[in-house]
């Protein structure tokens, strides 16, 4: 047996050897030539990424970016679904062009890869039930929701640090155990949330029993993230966005799925896209 | 308690469930299940026939090969092997692998294992004499194994890789981990959506699930039994 | 071109060792403690099978060919996200004190691998001759103390060797635990994967730890098999 698991581990290194190499290649160019742009992008998370039941097309925040993007470029967009979890490796080992998926820029993955300026500012905070929490003290050694491999999951184990947390997939299922009282409040970028109690809004079962109290626990500035060293497409994107902001394209996007009339209204204050570091460094 | 089901969250999404986002966008749901699956299975053969044959080989290192590829794949979890796939794969392969064909491969590599035990089974079931009659009317060792011993090996084999079949089905909800649109990934999206009906959701697909396996259940138990009977005659 | 460089320090020690560890402990407890009730549910479920009574003896049978032909998935997210609408109110208000994740992990693993276990021990005994019941009945036993005292003891006995094998299956299955917050092993490796982006190692450790268990556990059974049942058997 012995011998048996000293020959695995020596696969293993070989494996590991072959896996030396991956790419960052000119992204710009291979998408102008084959005409089509990969975007990972949330299926089912409105208003920012999801598939809309009648027409089967993805929708929201995000995909508008890709769109438009896409537009620029004169190519076709294809989405592929991506969780918070494998976003990162499905970008690095080339299964997609971009992360456009509700991703919050922070220094630790910008080591790992490249991420364009701030596209959406939001900040983190929970959804509960309507009065259960009141200050983070309500939190304390309760058990809180959210998704794995997400920013919103090592925040709350800082600022609360006697909860458990509880990752799942994504974060509607931490809405879920919110509502069947597994967890006592769901926590990540309010933007997301607001999204949530917009759909429990509209169902009469569940209308006028759940909150997002004032409370904060981070700025989560968004990015589009694309291989880490690949810096025309980069550019390309940053341009682009920058442009939206001009020319006011970014500010009707954001009145379409976050505007007063929205299923899930929220203020965009003072926010613009400049060509900003925020989050990077 | 069943009365307070609303089962309307199924027959809304009816055509969603059964194929996706297809013809608009790439199949999914009960189709791409069965694509899944019957990919998995067809390559599965090939593999471990491959395997099986290595581990009755009267070379030792072959032997020692297969016995330590499948001691390990059968000692992991599949979603184990399912993530190893995923972290591999593009690093040695580029990024050419969807995340489907991704899966594929992982059900391949891991059921291969498993097949290989049944035709290893097989093979060692049929009855010694018979290679050594094969060999005294000059066949070599390569020859009696294709021509005399692998076709009855294989008849026999049948419903056994039915069974194989059925335990493929179910393994293919494990792709909804990585986002492949499989009938468990388009239910959880559903739920995702709607929020209220997590119960009616998921009895609805476990019911399809059975359906589909039960079926293939009964077929393999009828084949078996089938064979039986042509044995005894 | 980047360079994938390796850091097996992470796994060896510190933070991230010790989530590997914990993760290891959950996985042990979870596939212990859904082994010992799959046994207990699949031994009744067994006899049900057996029963003379039709409706009892359909119900068994409906029961193991539903959750043997579902995917253990499916079940697992059935019973935390879909059963708050088919239990009562009480079973529900008590499982959400519990640790629900665990729990409805241990209810899935237990239902999918009690419906296998009591094949396994059906087949165990109908391998007893008939004989031996009948002479246990006609001896002045009673139907179920004949099962009690004769049969089923030699039964369980020649059904280790499959419990074992289906033991090795749970402690496989229980990664899927992951999907629904469970930190076992499975998770913990992911959760190293996303905090230090390291797969390979956090992936290698993993396996290391599933290879290991799963050999103990297939030693095990050669053990039983050469100490317990061949001399049984010359006998």
Not at chain 1, 69 to 96: F, H, Q
Not at chain 2, 48 to 64: A, D, E, I
Not at chain 2, 130 to 147: K, N
Request: aromatic content about 12%; overall charge positive.
């Amino acid at each position: 047996m012995a011998r048996r698991i000293g020959l695995f581990v020596l696969a293993l290194a070989m494996v590991g050897a072959m896996c030396g190499a991956a790419l960052a290649g000119d992204t710009l160019a291979d998408v102008k030539k084959s005409g089509v742009l990969v975007a990972g992008v949330k299926d089912s998370l409105p208003p920012f990424g999801s598939v809309d039941p009648n027409t089967k097309e993805f929708v929201g925040y995000d995909i508008d970016f890709v769109k438009y993007i896409a537009k620029k470029l004169g190519v076709k967009v294809e989405y592929k679904p991506v969780s918070s979890a494998n976003r990162m490796p499905m970008l690095m080992e080339g299964r997609i062009d971009l992360i456009a998926a509700t991703m919050t820029k922070n220094p630790e993955r910008a080591k790992q890869i490249d991420f364009s300026y701030t596209y959406f500012l939001t900040g983190q905070k929970f959804l509960t039930k309507k009065g259960a929490v009141k200050s983070l003290k309500d939190l304390e050694g309760q058990k809180i929701g959210t998704a794995k491999g997400s920013t919103s999951e090592q925040n709350v184990k800082k600022a609360v640090p006697s909860a458990t947390v509880l990752s799942f997939d994504d974060y509607p299922q931490g809405v879920l155990a919110v509502q069947q009282g597994k967890v006592i409040a769901v926590t990540t970028d309010e933007s997301i949330l607001a999204g949530q109690l917009g759909k429990l809004e509209k169902n009469p079962a569940t209308k006028g029993k759940f909150e997002i109290p004032d409370i904060a626990i981070s700025d989560e500035p968004y990015g589009i993230g694309m291989r880490k060293g690949d810096t025309n497409w980069v550019k390309f994107v940053n341009d682009t966005i920058l442009e939206m902001e001009k020319n006011g394209e970014a500010a009707k996007i954001f009145t379409k799925w976050f505007g007063p009339d929205s299923d899930s209204p929220i203020a965009r204050g003072s926010f613009t896209i400049t060509a900003d570091k925020r989050g990077t460094e | 308690m069943i009365g307070g089901l609303d089962f309307s969250v199924v027959s809304d999404n009816l055509s969603y469930f059964f194929i996706g986002r297809y013809p608009k966008g790439p199949l999914g749901g009960v189709g791409l299940t069965l694509y899944l699956a019957v990919v998995s299975l067809a390559l599965s053969f090939i593999g471990g026939l491959v395997l099986g044959l290595m581990s009755v080989s009267r070379n030792r290192l072959l032997r020692f090969g297969s016995s330590t590829v499948i001691q390990t794949i059968r000692g992991m979890p599949l979603l184990m092997v399912i993530f190893w796939m995923f972290f591999l794969l593009p690093a040695m392969l580029g990024s050419g692998m969807t995340a489907s064909w991704t899966i594929i491969v992982a059900l391949t590599l891991f059921t291969s294992a498993y097949m290989s035990e049944i035709v290893r089974a097989g093979i060692v079931g049929i009855p010694k004499g018979q290679t050594e009659a094969a060999i005294s009317t000059g066949l070599s060792h390569g020859q009696a194994m294709f021509y005399i011993i692998l076709p009855q090996a294989l008849r026999n084999m049948i419903p056994s890789f039915v069974n194989q079949f059925v335990s493929m089905i179910k393994d293919t909800s494990l792709a909804f981990i990585v986002g492949v649109t499989e009938l468990t990934q388009i239910a959880t999206q559903i739920n995702n959506r709607t929020m209220l009906y997590p119960t009616e959701i998921f009895i609805f697909i476990a019911v399809i699930y059975f359906v589909i396996c039960f079926a293939f259940t009964e077929l393999s138990r009828w084949l078996e039994r089938r064979l039986a009977y042509r044995k005894a005659i | 071109m980047l360079t994938y460089k390796f850091d097996w320090a992470i796994v060896t020690s510190g933070k991230y060792f010790d989530w590997i560890v914990s993760g290891f402990y959950v996985t042990i407890k979870l596939s212990m403690v859904s082994i010992a009730l799959s046994f207990l549910l699949g031994l009744i479920i067994a006899i049900m099978r057996m029963s003379h009574l039709r409706p009892v003896r359909w119900f068994a049978h409906g029961y193991l060919e539903f959750f043997r032909n579902t995917p253990l998935l499916v079940q697992i997210f059935f019973w935390y996200f879909g059963s708050y609408k088919v239990l009562p109110a009480v079973a529900n208000d008590w499982l959400v004190k519990q640790d629900f994740e665990f729990a409805a992990a241990v209810i899935a693993l237990t239902i999918y691998t009690s419906a296998f276990i009591a094949e396994d021990i059906r087949s165990g005994v109908r391998s007893i001759p008939k004989e031996q019941m009948e002479a246990a009945r006609s001896s002045g036993f009673s139907y179920i103390r004949s099962m009690q005292y004769i049969i089923l003891p030699q039964a369980v006995r020649l059904t280790i060797p499959p419990l074992i094998n289906q033991f090795l299956n749970l402690m496989k299955n229980s990664s899927l635990a992951m999907t629904i917050g469970v930190a076992e092993l499975m998770y913990q490796a992911r959760q190293v994967e996303s905090y230090t982006f390291k797969g390979f190692e956090a992936f290698s450790a993993a396996t290391l730890v599933y290879l290991a268990l799963s050999f103990t556990i297939t030693g095990l059974m050669t053990l039983y098999d050469k100490k317990v049942l061949q001399p049984l058997k010359g006998r």
